[in-house]
């Protein structure tokens, strides 16, 4: 969002206000975006993206908090019962019934 909002800033827009006339996207939504207590839908990065002409990536990896806690957030791993689950969905169950 770092970028985003020096690129509104660059275009005029100087309040969330502003944001929101040139975007359609709500004041509390991109004041939550802002804060980093919501995360933005694909549909809303596409509408920032065209709105300030920013690259999508931009939006989505220069947030001053991802880079903070050291890039992309890590892998969770999933326990091996789990992942059969995941792979076989319910194929499992049908074939006992």
Same mark, same amino acid.
């Given at each position: 969002?770092?970028?985003?909002?020096?690129?509104?800033?660059?275009?005029?827009?100087?309040?969330?206000?502003?944001?929101?006339?040139?975007?359609?996207?709500?004041?509390?939504?991109?004041?939550?975006?802002?804060?980093?207590?919501?995360?933005?839908?694909?549909?809303?990065?596409?509408?920032?993206?065209?709105?300030?002409?920013?690259?999508?990536?931009?939006?989505?990896?220069?947030?001053?908090?991802?880079?903070?806690?050291?890039?992309?957030?890590?892998?969770?791993?999933?326990?091996?019962?789990?992942? *059969?689950?995941?792979? *076989?969905?319910?194929?499992?169950? *049908?074939?006992?019934?």
């Amino acid at each position: 969002m770092a970028t985003l909002l020096v690129k509104a800033r660059e275009l005029g827009d100087e309040s969330v206000a502003d944001m929101a006339q040139r975007t359609g996207i709500s004041r509390s939504t991109l004041h939550r975006l802002a804060a980093g207590t919501k995360q933005p839908s694909l549909a809303t990065l596409w509408t920032l993206r065209d709105a300030y002409r920013v690259r999508l990536d931009a939006l989505v990896y220069d947030d001053p908090q991802t880079e903070q806690r050291g890039g992309l957030p890590q892998r969770q791993r999933v326990p091996a019962q789990d992942r *059969h689950r995941l792979r *076989h969905g319910d194929r499992d169950r *049908h074939a006992a019934g």
